[in-house]
T-cell receptor
Framework: EAQVTQNPRYLITVTGKKLTVTCSQN?????MSWYRQDPGLGLRQIYY???????DKGDVPEGYKVSRKEKRNFPLILESPSPNQTSLYFC?????????????FGAGSRLTVL | GQQVMQIPQYQHVQEGEDFTTYCNSS?????IQWYKQRPGGHPVFLIQ?????EVKKQKRLTFQFGEAKKNSSLHITATQTTDVGTYFC????????FGAGTTVTVRA
């Protein structure tokens, strides 16, 4: 089944404790992206990647890192989480190109930072 | 990123009634996509519009792209409880940017 898999789905952590949210897709998509969703703010892009070893900042990249060493994986790293990073996170992927750039989303990862 | 305004932010609808949600941009768009997110779920792609004035239908949902390609609308007829959720428009400049969404609740 074509899908985007995120782990963990739920996580409670404390301020400053590094964590990684993994994202993997099995559709051979070039494009991958991370979004955070907060009430009333919609989906805001954190980072995106056009291909292996190619990443770029989205609208809210502060406090996050990403890497794209393999085409299928795009982990989101919070080096020193803070309470304002409490949010619902979505990973998504697509092919590139107008008309082909339909995003497939993962199920989401709900993160709470105490 | 691309600034896209969605209105209204919330829509409370009586079951069986129609409603429309809008997505507006100050600049010309190359395309626009619509996604639906059910409560507790993730966004799921509904439709993509590319051509000026394009109209596409999916059962009770009608999507339209403005003639100037600066706005889009989603019209739902005879709303059902299955229509509950948040509807997002998304536009492509060098990346796909989402509007804040319209959250729809339905009164039975």
């Amino acid at each position: 089944e074509a899908q985007v898999t995120q782990n963990p789905r739920y996580l409670i952590t404390v301020t400053g404790k590094k964590l990684t949210v993994t994202c993997s897709q099995n559709m051979n998509h070039e494009y991958m992206s991370w979004y955070r969703q907060d009430p009333g703010l919609g989906l805001r892009q954190i980072y995106y990647s056009m291909n292996v070893e190619v990443t770029d900042k989205g609208d809210v990249p502060e406090g996050y890192k990403v890497s794209r060493k393999e085409k299928r994986n795009f982990p989101l790293i919070l080096e020193s989480p803070s309470p304002n990073q409490t949010s619902l996170y979505f990973c998504a992927s697509s092919f590139l190109g107008l008309g082909a750039n339909v995003l497939t989303f993962g199920a989401g990862s709900r993160l709470t930072v105490l | 990123g691309q600034q896209v305004m969605q209105i209204p932010q919330y829509q409370h609808v009586q079951e069986g009634e129609d409603f429309t949600t809008y997505c507006n941009s100050s600049t010309t768009l190359s395309n626009i996509q619509w996604y639906k997110q059910r409560p507790g779920g993730h966004p799921v792609f509904l439709i993509q519009l590319v051509k000026s004035g394009e109209v596409k239908k999916q059962k009770r949902l009608t999507f339209q792209f403005g003639e100037a390609k600066k706005n889009s609308s989603l019209h739902i007829t005879a709303t059902q409880t299955t229509d509950v959720g948040t509807y997002f428009c998304a536009v492509l400049d060098y990346k796909l940017s989402f509007g804040a969404g319209t959250t729809v609740t339905v009164r039975a």
